[in-house]
């Protein structure tokens, strides 16, 4: 991931950055896992705590007004930093192994969101349409109580 600019970055929507971070996030997993099997515990912990400062953002650009998933996410990623703790604490490659497996559905998970999710022109599109038809129908409303005489 050393591609990555910050002209690069700043191109990119909220939602690919979140991709973009659930990449480095299992890169660097599965990089610090590498590192204890080679007992290169110095390194495993450096990746290791960028694995948490992902989290971390992650849980901070939640928006919670979104719905019940914010909190399941959240709940999700601070179950997930203490797994990072406890598996860098003992070194452990089966914990740190399951916290991938957990990133690796989630960014599936997304990238398959962000396929399905409609894009902006289409959004807009919409909306205008919406506009519209609530508009005719207020005309339409007001024609008939004009008409009644009301």
């Known amino acids: 991931m050393e591609f990555l600019t910050e002209e690069f970055i700043y191109q990119k929507n909220s939602q690919e950055i979140t991709s973009l971070l659930y990449e480095v996030l299992i890169d660097q997993l599965n990089g ?21 400062d992902i989290l971390y953002r992650l849980g901070a650009g939640l928006n919670y007004e979104a719905g019940i998933i914010a909190d399941q996410l959240d709940a999700l990623y601070n179950y997930m930093a203490e ?16 916290v991938v497996t957990i990133a690796e559905r989630l960014a599936s998970a997304w990238n398959e969101a962000m396929k399905n999710k409609p894009d902006q022109k289409q959004m807009q599109i919409r909306r205008k349409a919406t506009a519209y038809e609530q508009n005719v129908m207020v005309l339409e409303r007001e024609q008939t109580l004009v008409e009644e005489g009301k």
């Open 32 to 52: 610090s896992i590498e590192d204890i099997k080679d007992n290169q515990y110095i390194d495993a912990n450096i990746k290791l705590q960028k694995v948490n």
């Open 83 to 98: 797994q990072i703790i406890d598996g860098n604490k003992k070194k452990d490659i089966a914990v740190l192994q399951g």
